[in-house]
C-alpha cells in the first residue's frame, strides 16, 4: 500500500504519466 501511494505521488508531479493514466 505505501508503494502505491509513492507511485501515485510520482505520477502527479510527472507529467509523463499523466496522460499515460
Known amino acids: ?3 502505491q501511494l509513492t ?3 510520482k ?3 510527472n ?3 499523466k ?3
Open 1 to 3: 500500500m505505501k508503494t
Open 15 to 17: 507529467p509523463q504519466t
Open 11 to 13: 505520477q502527479s508531479t
Open 7 to 9: 507511485l501515485g505521488s
Open 19 to 21: 496522460p499515460r493514466l
